[in-house]
């Protein structure tokens, strides 16, 4: 997928290699999980295929999001650890952060909008980093950045930052370590900087794989962005998929995708919900609907995977509460 102006692609593109990736698992994997590839060959019959599910609902903090905020974290200079860290999240980066924050000894306040999922505001709280609102998530950075400027902490980005993409990239080295022979693996985008990670990781290596990215109907800033070769906003986010409701592209991780991805395709809000419920109820694993995104492609048929190959998708989270679990249900 291309669209955006040809040399900002190659300026940005190559901001992260696999050797940052590779650094990154040498950096931080001491303090993470390594995490499980399952199986479901019921979900796989359903689409046809062989399916592995990298389940990233198993890393610490319930997401993929630990990766890259621990190798953020882990390269900021002495003042910048003294000052602190600020960051903007639907939850599951502002997790992370929190967590690469306390390990760190560093303060952390992670900026949410006030309609936040409350079980990932108590755990933000619960690894000692400050939550604070907005209204929405379309002012989530403006109300951020102004206090982030008043205070003279580091912005750790959920998405659009060279450590974030290569932490998170670590993912897909462990795809190709457990699935060696696979030929398309589905990524759930929200700023993307996963599929950045993965894209890097995979492409560097085994070019020939099909990365195919997915996005809500209701939140397709990537998708929009790129087919059009702008670099606006989102409007009006509606998807129950939170994690996936980015507010704006991301300089760098709208230059990987551009460059790397092999399509980018849209899922709805009833057909997330769907594989929620599949992947709970047949392959008995919970996720959150930014986790079940990758999956509803795949067995909607509109990642198009050829009928016998090798699948991954990516369960990128499970933090999801109990009154929207009952509503899904």
């Known amino acids: 997928m291309t669209g955006q102006d040809e040399h900002d692609t190659e300026a940005l593109w190559r901001s992260v290699t696999l ?13 993470l999980h390594r995490t499980p590839m399952l199986q479901s060959r019921t979900l796989g019959d359903m689409a046809g295929v ?8 198993f890393q610490r903090t319930g ?17 910048q650890k003294a000052h602190g860290v600020v960051t903007m999240s639907a939850g599951n980066h ?23 999922v409350p079980t990932k505001v ?25 206090y982030r400027q008043e205070h003279n902490l580091t912005f750790v980005s959920p998405f659009d930052d060279p450590a974030i993409v290569a932490g998170q990239g670590i993912a897909g080295l462990e795809i190709l370590d457990d699935e ?26 085994r070019p020939e794989v099909r990365v195919i990215g997915v996005e809500p109907v209701g939140a397709n800033v990537v998708k929009r962005n790129l087919e059009a070769g702008t670099m606006e906003p989102a ?11 980015a507010p704006f592209p991301g300089t760098l991780t709208q230059s990987i995708i551009g460059h790397y991805v092999d399509d980018l395709v849209l899922v709805t809000d009833e057909e997330i919900a769907d594989a929620l419920k599949l992947i709970l109820f047949r ?44 509503s899904l249900l």
Do not use: W
Not at 63 to 79: I, P, Y
Not at 235 to 245: M, V, Y
């Open 50 to 57: 062989e399916l592995g599910m990298k389940a990233e609902i």
């Open 235 to 245: 409007r009006d986010i509606q998807t129950i998929a939170d994690g996936l409701a």
């Open 180 to 205: 060696p022979d696979v030929d398309t693996v589905i990524v759930p985008i929200g700023g993307g900087g996963l599929i950045s990670g993965i894209l890097v990781a995979i492409k560097s290596q």
């Open 19 to 31: 050797d940052d990736i590779r650094a990154a698992r040498e950096r931080v994997m001491p303090h």
């Open 63 to 79: 997401s993929f999001k630990s990766r890259g905020a621990l190798n953020a974290v882990m390269q900021l200079s002495d003042e």
């Open 94 to 116: 502002g997790q992370g952060l929190a967590f690469a924050a306390k390990m760190a000894g560093v303060r952390a306040v992670v900026f949410m909008p006030e309609t936040a």
């Open 283 to 326: 392959a008995k694993v919970l996720v959150e609907p930014a986790g079940a995104a990758a999956t509803a492609a795949l067995l909607t048929g509109k990642a198009n995977a050829p009928r016998g190959s090798r699948v991954v998708t990516l369960l990128s989270g499970g933090n999801i509460d109990q009154a929207k679990l009952k």
């Open 122 to 146: 108590e755990a933000i709280r619960g690894y000692g980093a400050e939550a604070r609102f907005s209204h929405s998530m379309e002012d989530l950075f403006p109300t951020m950045d102004a």
